[in-house]
């Protein structure tokens, strides 16, 4: 009877953890809309916690869930005593191409990529073939060819990145990442669309990135491959923030 008792209780723990977090995601991106509105300037105080959770209808706990992860995007700041600023104003382009309500998702997503994709390229750096280089080496080639062609690129990016799991010879990673391949490609079609809307030394700058991992796989230098992905990764997940 205990044992059962128990289970109920971590399942309802579990349905709790995941109610907060959908309702964290949307405080998120409610703010986080306000901002980009223009209706919190650069510079400009949040409301406090208390106005904030009355407004967004959600408890001071949800909201601060939402209010980290705005830290974590380097989009506000938070004082000690004084309470949080708005740091930068994301560009409105990122309501253009991402779905409605789904950038809170996209923000996990490349934190999802940058732990299974650094790892991926560890091991790729050990592992890798020659047949292996090839296709790293073709996707790179497509990129280069898209980005002189002013191009999007996304089916390119996606086969550079699809490459460095194969070459780690564990079919694991291959997996993880093809059962998050709709968020995965609806991230890199963002990211890739704001790069467009920057000189094209944006997108070299992000070129460079894969060259690096290409070079550290290349060089059979396992830490280097995987701070390179996972910095890729994560500047990716930044340049969507950028003002």
Partial sequence: MAAGKRQVDQVSATDRQVRDRTLSDKAYESILNKIMDGDIPVGGKLPTENILSEELGVSRPVLRQALKQLREDDVIVSRQGSGSYVKRRPEGAVLDFAPVG?????????????????????????????ADLKELRSALEELDRCIA????GVAADELFHVAVCNAS????????????KSNILTGMNLTRNLSLTKPQDRLRLVQGEHYAIFDAI????SEAAK???HDHVENARKRIFEG
Avoid: H, P
């Fill in 102 to 130: 789904s950038i809170a998702d996209i923000q996990r997503t490349f934190e999802f990529r940058a732990a299974v994709e650094g790892e991926a390229a560890f091991l790729a750096a050990q592992r890798r073939t020659d």
């Fill in 149 to 152: 062609e002013g191009e999007l």
């Fill in 169 to 180: 010879d564990n079919k694991y990673f291959v997996a993880a990442r093809s059962s998050m």
């Fill in 218 to 221: 290349e060089a059979r230098d």
């Fill in 227 to 229: 701070k390179a992905m």
